[in-house]
């Protein structure tokens, strides 16, 4: 058993508990999933889930329906998949670096520059080794439906731009509590602050960080930009988002209801990497219309600067496997 498992109601308020005791609610005619983000609704990947809520509800005739709660409603991006993990919510999507610290195999999808293109991104996402990742969270009650396109991360900051790692020198950077984001930031010389994504902007504000990085639509739907007026398209990490259902709740489906739910899901992800395409030209006009300088360094700059963190994954061989495996995908 995990020690996130362990202390899971040391965790998370009794209230929320007791409010959720239940996260697929059996009816007379049909049952629902709650579905539980930290995203703003006008987010490309919310919309994917609005899609896949559309097609499972047209699936199962009303049988099997989501409500979604976006916006950190029930709770951060750690606390939903703790709540997952306990059957207290059904569903959750969450970055895949948030689950290095539930399913380890996840680490490898956060590993700077670990992809050459976006269809090489696809074709591992979408292959053996995705579907492997998506199920290797199963033990920990955790499991993986599909993957979002969440594009490439990259660093906006409030005084200055960042266009060499040298830059970074000084420079507190928001990262995601994941423990590869930190080990990258501060291989590239940056000082690592893991800051919950719902408390970001006035984290910007205050001067508690220097900048943060994310991808482009996230950096317009958060309103960041309306605070850091440098961003600097490094691409240094192309991470997806995850969608997971609780194992709890998974084996309450029925087989019919699973293939539902999976089949919605599959279809969702085709719509929301539309979507994507979409609103990252859209998000970089916006920002620059909005006064954001908009800056293309050097990649391999970067790139160099963090190998070390590859090679530290020598002496685990599971991850060390997966790295072989994805970078001769290419």
């Not at 269809?119 to 599909?146: A, C, N, P, Q």
């Amino acid at each position: 058993m995990t020690s996130t498992f362990k202390y899971t109601f040391k965790i998370i308020p009794f209230i929320i508990i007791i409010i959720f005791h239940t996260s697929c609610i059996k009816q007379e005619k049909h049952k629902i999933l709650k579905l539980a983000h930290g995203l703003d609704p006008t987010h490309p990947v919310h919309k994917g889930m609005e899609f896949m809520a559309k097609v499972l509800d047209e699936k199962s005739n009303g049988k099997l329906t989501l409500q979604i709660y976006p916006s950190e409603q029930l709770g951060s991006e750690r606390q939903c998949v703790e709540l997952l993990q306990i059957g207290s919510l059904a569903m959750t999507k969450v970055s895949a670096s948030v689950m290095e610290g539930f399913a380890p195999k996840y680490k490898v999808l956060s590993l700077p520059y670990i992809f050459k293109s976006k269809e090489h991104t696809f074709s591992v996402l979408d292959g053996e080794i995705g579907r492997e990742l998506l199920l290797s969270g199963e033990k920990y009650w955790l499991r993986g439906l599909t993957f979002y396109d969440a594009g490439s991360r990259s660093f906006y900051s409030k005084d200055s731009p960042i266009l060499t790692p040298d830059d970074l020198s000084g420079l507190k950077i928001r990262v995601m509590k994941s423990p590869t984001a930190v080990n990258m930031i501060r291989a590239m010389g940056g000082s690592p602050t893991p800051i919950s994504w719902g408390e970001l902007y006035t984290a910007l504000q205050g001067g508690v960080v220097d900048g943060a990085e994310n991808n482009p639509p996230s950096f317009y739907t958060s309103h960041h930009y309306e605070v850091c007026k440098y961003y600097s398209l490094d691409e240094h990490t192309t991470i997806p988002d995850v969608l997971l259902i609780s194992t709890v709740i998974w084996d309450q489906l029925t087989t019919e209801e699973q293939d539902w739910l999976q089949e919605a899901a599959d279809e969702s992800k085709k719509h929301q990497r539309i979507l994507w395409a979409e609103s990252e030209k859209e998000s970089l006009e916006s920002v620059q219309e909005a006064g954001v300088e908009i800056f293309y360094p050097d990649k391999e700059l970067f790139a160099e600067k963090v190998t070390s963190l590859y090679d530290d994954y020598k002496s685990d061989q599971e991850i060390w496997d997966l790295i072989q495996r994805i970078l001769a995908q290419e």
